[in-house]
Each structure stands twice: as C-alpha cells, then as structure tokens.
C-alpha cells in the first residue's frame, strides 16, 4: 500500500484536515512538527485575492489588527507566511467550534450566558481600549474552546482609527443585518465601538432566548423593528437580564449603555472573574536592561513572510511587520547560525566597531565615531529557514542612511561574501525561497502540488 503523502508547510506545519471553506479561503487543521501543537491555517489564494477591489486592504488591515489584540478570550494569530501565490494565516486552533451550534440547539441557561457575554464584553473592550471595532459580532464569529472559554474570531470587517472620516465616524456599512446597530443601516456615519455594543446586546439576548430579537421575512420590515428597538422578552428572561438588555438595545448609540456601566450592573458582575491578559510589546528597541531567556539554543524559524511577499508584485505587506521603515538587506547562507554570528562578529571588530552579542540570536555593532546623524549603528539578526538554510537580515539601527550606505557596500558586504549564499534582490538569483531542506519532494507545500513553485534561491 502506497504511504500517504505528509504535505509540510514551510517545513515547519503539518497540513490535516479541511475544516472549512469560502469564496477565497481554505481552513485547515494543523500541527507544529516540533512541538505538536494543533493550529488552524488560512489558505488565501492571491490571485482572487487581487481580482476583487479592497480586497487587498482588508486582508493587511485584518493582519493588523489581529497583531493589536492580543486576548485570552480573541483567536490568537501565530504568524503570516506567504509564497508567491498564497497567503497563510497561522491561528489558534480552537477545538469546541461556534458558539452558534449551541444556540442551535435551543436557549442557553442563564449562567451559561452570562459566562459567554462576559468574556465577549472583556474581548470587545480590549479590542476598543487599542481603537480596534470589530463590526460582525455574533454567534458564528464567537467560537468556544475545548476549555469552555469563548474566542472571537473574524476581524475581516474591523476597523481601525485611520478609517475614520473628517467627523469622526466610520461610513462603511457592514456587518450581518439582524445583528447590525440602526445607526449603521441608517448610512450617515457611526461610532464602531458603540456600534459593537449593540450587537453585544443582540447576541446575549440570542443566549437566553435561543432566537433573535428582530426578525421578520422581508428584510425591510426586520430594518424597521431594528429602527425602533422593537422586540419582546420571552417570560423566562430574569428582571436583571431584561434591565441590561434595554440598556444595550437603544436606538441612540448616546444614551447606549458604555462598558464601563455594562461591568458595572449587578447581573454581569455576578461569578465575574476578570481575565489575565498579557501584554505584548511589538517594539523593535530592546532595553539594555530588559530580561532575556536563560538558554537560547536556536535562532527564531524566518516565516518567509516579508522575505517572499517583498518578491512578489503587488504584494508588499512588509510595513505591518515593523514599527518603522528600515533601512535593510537580505542574505541567506548555509553556514550555521553560531558560524555566521561568529562570523558577524569578527567583520564588526576588525572595522572597529562596538560589537554586543545577545543570546536571541542578534548581533549589534555601534561605530565608534560621530556621524551627521550621531553614531552608526548595524543589527545583524539570524532566522532559520530549514535545516541547513538560515536568513541573515541586516538593518541601519542609527545613524546617517548616507553613511550607513557607504559602510555597506564598501566594508560590510565585501567581508561577508565567504558566507553568503544569495543576496535578496540581486538580478542574477532565482527569487523563490526554499520550503523545506529536504530531497523528498512531498516533504513540502507546493502551490499547484507539484515541486514547481519550491525552487532553491
């Protein structure tokens, strides 16, 4: 019997299972080959990608986005990887699937809605405390983890601050109908957070009642039961519950009820245990002072990301991957990462320079002399690619860019060409990347299946 194909992306996941599908999308469960870890990977392919005006845009704002809001109860985004064809989202693989398939079922108990709306409240104001509005919140985005624990997902249609207008306000009408705040079909421009606040209130309402609050056939009709807040409370809703529920249904998002008065009121305070967030830093500065891990006995795996996309026409989302324009290269080489920052090292000591090794696989050299622009400083940061390939990136940290040019090309890059296998950009190399190491052609993810799109730089 003939092995089954093991198809590896990047070297790095093994592709399973499809588990979902849309109009440009593919989802599929994965696992981390080193340490086991299950995650969910979305396949975009670009080209449909390109075809569709805006597409662009929302899928680098979605990339943004998801890098802001870092929350135990928001499905978390691992890394972007891309090939010349194809974008991947690396997600947290969330086992209990959409809270939707339990309303489903019928109504929830009260507890058991109250649990869920107050992890969507704790998700929702993190998302607002860093500008983030979501605008399709409902049950189907909010999935449920094998824990119990609720996670939004699908920040597609999120907006962030430089999407508003002169007024203030976002214009763009979007979101599903029956969860959508007046405001918002009314076309004349609303505030995002308030707008979510809404459609908080309609999902809960989902919860205890196990059906929606507007609904009707004709789609004009539901628009006007929602321009009125008309609805009604089944019985079995407690006094509490229908209290906080008119509260979030209001029509005039500026008597809507905040979050800070939603945390406040008795009902959602009740068994309430805040969640433990941690704060990440995207910085690229590291404080001299700052902790580093005891042991680091590899350099970071390069996801290929800016490396490929910055090859591929049209498809530079490099700018949502650092803080500030860089003045950069790129080299591979097949020396070992300890060879090459020994090797960075030596070249940073023999022009003169003060030499700093740090243990994450970073090399930095500062001149000694003053510049136009203060001292010249360079960062040398190592990544693994496969086995046997390593991305070597360098980067003017400070310093006149004039300067730092002149240093480049007349010291820096003729001292490493003992290392280097292929610069990124030159004319006369194949600008594809490597996959995975490896002499078995089905060790890696081609775009058509074929070894074809995996070709050696």
Known sequence: MEEE???VLFGKYEIGRLLGKGTFAKVYHAKHITTGESVAIKIINKDHVMKRNGMMDQIKREISIMKLVRHPNIVELKEVMATKTKIFFV???????ELFAKVVKGKLKEDAARRYFQQLISAVDF????GVSHRDLKPENLLVDENGDLKVSDFGLSALPEQLLQDG????QCGTPAYVAPEVLRKKGYDGAKADIWSCGVVLYVLLAGYLPFQDENLMNMYRKIFKAEFDFPPWFSPEARRLISKLLVVDPEKRISIPAITRTPWFRKSFKAPMITVVNDG??????????AVVVSPKFFNAFEFISSMSSGFDLSSLFESKRKVRSMFTSRWSAAEIMGKMEGI???MGMKVKRTKDFKVRM??????RKGQISVTAEVFEVAPEVAVVELCKSAGDTLEYNKLYEEQVRPALKDIVWSWHGDNNNNNNIIINDSNNSNNYISDENSGSDCERI
């Open 5 to 7: 194909r093991r198809v």
């Open 91 to 97: 997600m947290e693989f969330v086992r209990g699937g």
């Open 127 to 130: 998302c607002h405390s860093r």
């Open 169 to 172: 306000l976002l214009h763009t």
């Open 284 to 293: 690229e500065e590291e404080d001299d002072g700052a902790a580093v891990p």
């Open 348 to 350: 940073g000591k023999e």
């Open 366 to 371: 500062q001149g000694k002399t003053e510049g």
